[in-house]
């Protein structure tokens, strides 16, 4: 009688820094930061905690290697051309990579010390430099990359957060009864005036807008040329 043959036995994954920051990434996705913890992302990649530290000094550094890992996502514009288009665009650009990892929002905001990774820092190299391109000082660069900066980050944490009309028809969101009740004293006419608005609101028409204010700001503010459109 013939011996039966074993079945082939899959050979593990190899461990890798990349493999142990993708899988933090998948569980903040997830869950949140919260969750991302050294012993479960041991265990998502099928490993003993400590085999980790073979890839990452510790959490602090898994961590940031996620944020790296986010900015590197991050797909440059075409230079060419108009540098508010150039500005637009990339705006744009680093929201969506934002919507695709919201919950590095908390990470960024969080950060006591600068990035060091080159990939990570090719982002910013590119808004300081398309912002150079309008002839501004190397001061002013910073301030109006705070300020952009500063829009976008709190724009996606807004919508995340469905403050826009989205969360309106949510489940968990207030009924029109609870919410007539509130506004029948008469106290808030403009909130009432404004509620369809809400409910309705476009987040991409709305962050096109206030883009638009920002940069509009900027040109008058610098005596910058009109964006042909």
């Known amino acids: 009688m013939p011996a039966k043959t074993g079945s082939a036995v899959k050979p593990r994954e190899r461990l890798t820094r990349e493999r142990v920051i993708d899988a933090a990434l998948q569980i903040m996705d997830a869950e949140g930061v919260e969750a991302v913890t050294m012993r479960r ?8 905690a400590m085999s980790l530290y073979n890839h990452v000094a510790d959490k602090e550094d898994l961590l940031d290697g996620v944020c790296a890992r986010v900015m590197a996502d991050f797909r440059f514009p075409d230079e060419e051309g108009d540098w508010v288009a150039t500005a637009r665009h990339g705006a744009a650009e680093w929201r969506r990579v934002l919507k695709s990892h919201p919950n590095v ?25 398309t912002i150079g391109r309008a002839g501004m000082t190397d001061r002013e660069a910073v301030q109006v990359f705070n300020v952009m900066g500063g829009y976008i980050m709190g724009f996606v944490m807004m919508e995340s957060g469905r403050m826009f009309g989205g969360g309106a028809m949510e489940k968990d969101a207030p009924s029109p009864d609870q919410i007539t009740r509130v506004l029948a004293g008469g106290e808030l006419p403009c909130v009432a005036a404004a509620l369809p608005h809400l409910a309705t609101c476009d987040p991409d028409e709305q962050f096109a807008f206030g883009l638009d204010l920002l940069l509009a700001g900027l040109q008058a503010r610098y005596g910058l040329p009109v964006e042909a459109r």
């Not at 992302?41 to 003993?48: F, I, Y």
């Not at 929002?105 to 430099?129: I, N, Q, S, V, Y």
Request: charged share 30%.
């Open 41 to 48: 992302v041991a265990r998502d990649v099928g490993v003993e």
């Open 105 to 129: 929002l908390a990470l960024f905001a969080e950060r006591t010390k600068p990035m060091t990774d080159l990939d990570a820092l090719m982002p910013m190299e590119f808004a300081l430099r």
